[in-house]
């Protein structure tokens, strides 16, 4: 088995995780914005028999999901007939376009299946990714037609790393309604009694977010604010005030995805974040919660 990534602690520890040889990826940028990832190879190579597991994630902070995804889906073509590897599974630890999974208003493009389509056209023999932001859906699968899609939890790497802040009677908070499900994962883990979640609006034109909060007595007690995605900032800011203004001791901010657009952090840190907990399924240096076991043993079932 392969593991083809850059050349980064995380293609190393799930390469080591599997047992696997590492196929090192380098992704160039031309002056006019066109990509060339390159598989590093010294001559063209028949991976016939091999089974790649093709691991390359977004870059936090620079939000480029469609550079992202013409990466890997140049990547994913080169690897499966260019060089006929006899199996890849795609491995998209931050699922680009998955929020558009409806027609919300007519005319708009439903993305995320679309994205769905271009992966096996391009020849993904299986697709997994983390925590995939699937409100309307009921499962990742269903938006592959030909291939298995499995989504695995990245709630519980989150989990751990909070459990070495040793928290004093947490409250798990789910920024808005849909957050309740990672709330109240995340407090099974660490074995917090109380979960809840507040109540988001956000306006679809302007993006505009009105948090309605429910009021505690937060004196002399911990908070971690669970979240799948962290991309303006504004939601998780928006309750770490609240829980900030409630009395909370400290306040942990806890998500998977830092896509981490411009001047996101510093809104979290703004606004009273004591701690933050973020998922590897960007390529962020921040990140000190890893997915690496969940994406291992997923692909190990698969295998
Ligand atoms: C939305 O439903 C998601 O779960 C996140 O709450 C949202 O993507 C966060 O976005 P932002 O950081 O821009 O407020």
Sequence with gaps: MIVAGPDDSFTRSLASELGADILPITRRTFPDGELQPRLMVSEQINLKEETVILAMRMKAASCRPNDYLVEY??????LKREMKAGRVIAVIPYFPYARQDEIFRPGEPLSSKYVAEMLEAMGADAVIS???????LKQFSDIFDKIPGVNVSGIPSLAREASKFDLKDPLIIGPDEEAIIWAEEF????GAKDYTSFIKERDRETGEIKMTVKEFDLTGRDVVVVDDIVSTGGTMASAIAAAKRMGASRVLSAFVHPVLAEGALDK??????DVVIAGDTLEWLGSRASVVPELS???KEML
């Design 73 to 78: 889906l140049l990547t994913l073509r080169n």
């Design 187 to 190: 407090a099974k883990h660490v």
């Design 297 to 299: 043993k997923a692909i």
């Design 268 to 273: 979290i840190l703004g606004a009273g974040g």
């Design 130 to 136: 983390v925590t995939v932001h699937l409100h309307r």
